[in-house]
């Protein structure tokens, strides 16, 4: 039996990443990240010439033309480990622009589920991004990519808000959340509140990952997220289809203001 290898510090499949399993050829200008795959399928409705390029784990990666320019659709999977692994791969394979699309939840009062929010920037909580950078080098998101989010909410009158997240390693502990042992633990919420005190506008998984490995390797990032649920009020919105959607037609919207103001 004949044994074939490759080499281990950067596998390629028949010049394919091993992950998102594409090549140079595969990936455009602009990459709109979602971390569900099945959120990949929202575009076929609204993409001409809509394909799917791959489908491996976590990672499902489209791509189309909206308006005439050309984007892909690449899912990252929840959290900082697998989004470290679709942003080194895309960059790798040439992409310029990157926008990550997803759920958030708001730690602000006045911010409503199905709201909109940017993130301007991000506390660095993820886990990965401490591999390539001091946890004192920022998580930022380029600011022009930020005003052409902020202006295709404005043209669509969707009610949206600016500010710093936070990108947190985990989903129930770290997020001040604990149903196995709330009881037992007085001061789970302490992360949650301090993020509260600093004025954080919401938590999530992946946007510091996004921010901070583009600023690195010269790529723009950016984010939108709608609000899925707000902590201070306690309500979580079950049916959120809808605004994802309202979401994936704005992010588009962007799309096109990135490659006209920002890619020229």
């Excluded at 099945?38 to 990672?59: A, K, M, P, T």
């Excluded at 790529?219 to 939108?224: K, L, T």
């Excluded at 649920?229 to 919105?237: I, S």
């Amino acid at each position: 039996m004949i044994n074939l290898y490759i080499v281990a510090d950067n596998p390629l499949y028949d010049n394919k990443v091993p992950h998102l399993r594409c090549e140079k050829k595969d990936i455009c200008d602009v990459v709109l990240l979602p971390g569900d795959p099945g959120r990949v399928e929202f575009f076929s409705e609204l993409l001409d010439d809509f394909q799917i390029i791959s489908s491996n784990r976590e990672y499902k990666l489209a791509k189309g033309t909206y308006k005439g320019y050309p984007v892909n659709i690449c899912s990252t999977g929840i959290g900082a480990a697998s989004t470290e692994i679709a942003v080194t791969e895309l960059i790798e394979l040439g992409a310029k622009a990157l926008i990550r699309i997803g759920g958030t939840g708001a730690i602000k009062e006045g911010v409503e589920c199905g709201d909109f929010i940017i993130n301007t920037a991000s506390v660095r909580l993820g886990g990965s991004s401490m591999f390539y950078a001091m946890p004192e080098y920022p998580a930022v998101a380029d600011f022009n990519l930020v005003m052409c989010l902020k202006e295709a909410c404005k043209e669509k009158n969707l009610k949206h808000h600016l500010g710093i997240g936070a990108s947190v390693g985990s989903f129930y502990r770290g997020q001040g959340r604990n149903p196995l042992a709330m009881e037992k633990d007085k001061n789970y919420k302490d992360l949650y509140e301090e993020f509260i005190r600093l004025n954080v506008l919401n938590m999530e998984m992946e946007a510091e990952t996004i921010f901070t490995l583009s600023s690195i390797y010269g790529v723009m990032a950016g984010s939108i997220c709608t609000v899925h649920c707000n902590r201070l009020t306690n309500k979580w919105l079950v049916e959120y289809e809808e605004p994802q959607k309202t979401m994936c037609k704005t992010a588009l919207e962007a799309v096109i203001k990135v490659y006209e103001n920002c890619l020229k």
